[in-house]
């Protein structure tokens, strides 16, 4: 069975701290790799996908993928109050269904 | 664009009764997903369609679910006959191709009393 595993958490950093956030998948054949920001009572919105590995930056964000150990992770720098969210992973292979992690749930302190 | 449109937002039923959530995707995504989240079990996928095709439905829980998709632009969930641990929120969701990003509606909460 495929699955996707993060901590739950809660992660809580600083306002302008770094913010690390983790995951690890089970399917070896997977290709693609999404983070999702979901706030309280909100849908998920995504915030990067990556392909490749190595690292992938956008903003304050940046994606790293490593294949080889199954392991991708979100890192937020100069976190802000208005991060503090659940994060999810999600994974797929072509043509198939995102399977996503419980989340990890993000508290930024002002 | 406005995007994913699911109804209705929120949905109360008691134990019994058939429930109908309802989706239409962007327009042009070939690709449609339903999911349903609770706390305990997270995001889970129940079902996606390609082409209005159903392609794995293995997430089902059971058969008192069921979906449709009739055309490119619409796609219902039904629940008959309803149970309390049905209540979670139901997420519809449309991609372009596979592989690609999500698109989420705003999801249905659904109650079950």
């Known amino acids: 069975q495929k699955e996707v595993e993060q901590n739950s958490g809660p992660l809580s950093v600083p306002e302008g701290a770094i913010a690390s956030l983790n995951c690890t998948y089970s399917?070896?054949?997977?290709?693609?790799f999404f983070w999702y920001r979901q706030y309280s009572g909100k849908s998920p919105e995504l915030i990067m996908f990556?392909?490749?590995?190595g690292d992938k930056e956008d903003g304050r964000f940046t994606a790293q993928l490593n294949k080889a150990s199954q392991y991708v992770s979100l890192l937020i720098r100069d976190s802000q109050p208005s991060d503090s969210a659940t994060y999810l992973c999600?994974?797929?292979?072509?043509?198939?269904?995102?399977?996503f992690g419980k989340g990890t749930t993000l508290s930024v302190s002002s | 664009d406005a995007g994913v449109i699911q109804s209705p937002r929120h949905e109360v039923t008691e134990m019994g009764q058939e429930v109908t959530l309802r989706c239409k995707p962007i327009?042009?995504?070939?690709?449609l997903f339903w999911y349903r989240q609770t706390m305990m079990r997270g995001l889970e996928l129940l079902i996606y369609?390609?082409?209005?095709?159903?392609?794995?439905d293995s997430g089902m829980p059971e058969d008192r679910f069921s979906a449709k998709m009739p055309n490119a632009s619409f796609s219902t969930l039904k629940i008959q006959p309803s149970e309390p641990r049905d209540s979670a929120v139901y997420f519809c969701?449309?991609?372009?191709?596979?592989?690609?990003?999500?698109?989420f509606g705003n999801g249905t909460r659904l109650t079950v009393t």
């Open positions: 969701a449309s991609t372009l191709t596979g592989g690609s990003p999500l698109h």
């Open positions: 399917d070896r054949g997977s290709q693609s």
């Open positions: 990556i392909y490749s590995n």
């Open positions: 999600a994974v797929n292979q072509a043509g198939t269904a995102l399977i």
């Open positions: 327009s042009g995504h070939d690709y």
């Open positions: 369609f390609n082409n209005n095709v159903p392609i794995d």
